[in-house]
């Protein structure tokens, strides 16, 4: 039976897991708190919560949600970030943090109820924008429209052409 701190803890992150698009989960060892203070400002930015989670208490969480699979990942130090509204935005900020900071190791993601592996949560990093892949997604559905309308003034097109050249020679002679 868990403390009352613990049972809070975990109730918290169940909600959390439950809120959240996205998550991360990272290895900080290393970091230094000014080094850690600045990871949770840029996280903070980007709309993602940043918390340090004992392993058991975020494996019980994840199983009260459903999410299954994160067991080979929840060891040594973890700490986890939340994405609220795009579960991209918290993998490329993890995924830059790691980068920058060099200490920090991306040990697995949750999409849904989905554990990740950290090459699944990098690829997601690589991924364009949600705004992007929406504005290709109108590009590519715009396409045919006007397409047909190009095909469709064709003909009038031609048509005043073929009018001009014919004021043009009446003109000249």
Same mark, same amino acid.
């Given at each position: 039976?868990?403390?009352?701190?613990?049972?809070?803890?975990?109730?918290?992150?169940?909600?959390?897991?439950?809120?959240?698009?996205?998550?991360?989960?990272?290895?900080?060892?290393?970091?230094?708190?000014?080094?850690?203070?600045?990871?949770?400002?840029?996280?903070?930015?980007?709309?993602?919560?940043?918390?340090?989670?004992?392993?058991?208490?975020?494996?019980?969480?994840?199983?009260?949600?459903?999410?299954?699979?994160?067991?080979?990942?929840?060891?040594?130090?973890?700490?986890?970030?939340?994405?609220?509204?795009?579960?991209?935005?918290?993998?490329? +900020?993890?995924? $830059?943090?790691? *980068? !920058?900071?060099?200490?920090?190791?991306?040990?697995?993601?949750? /999409? #849904? @109820?989905?554990? +990740?592996?950290? $090459?699944?949560? *990098? !690829?997601?990093?690589?991924?364009?924008?949600?705004?992007?892949? /929406? #504005? @290709?997604?109108?590009?590519?559905?715009?396409?045919?429209?006007?397409?047909?309308?190009?095909?469709?003034?064709?003909?009038?097109?031609?048509?005043?052409?073929?009018?001009?050249?014919?004021?043009?020679?009446?003109?000249?002679?």
């Amino acid at each position: 039976m868990p403390t009352p701190q613990k049972a809070q803890v975990i109730e918290e992150t169940r909600e959390e897991l439950q809120a959240s698009s996205g998550a991360v989960l990272a290895n900080y060892r290393g970091l230094t708190v000014q080094q850690l203070g600045q990871l949770r400002e840029s996280l903070r930015k980007g709309g993602v919560s940043f918390k340090v989670i004992k392993n058991t208490l975020i494996k019980r969480a994840a199983d009260e949600v459903g999410i299954e699979g994160l067991e080979p990942y929840l060891e040594g130090p973890t700490a986890v970030a939340f994405a609220h509204d795009d579960p991209v935005v918290a993998a490329k +900020l993890m995924t $830059q943090a790691a *980068r !920058e900071f060099r200490k920090i190791e991306i040990k697995a993601g949750i /999409l #849904g @109820k989905r554990a +990740l592996s950290a $090459q699944s949560v *990098r !690829e997601l990093a690589d991924l364009p924008t949600r705004e992007v892949l /929406l #504005g @290709k997604l109108v590009g590519t559905l715009n396409a045919p429209i006007q397409q047909l309308v190009w095909v469709l003034n064709a003909p009038v097109t031609n048509l005043v052409r073929a009018l001009d050249q014919v004021r043009q020679q009446k003109e000249q002679a």
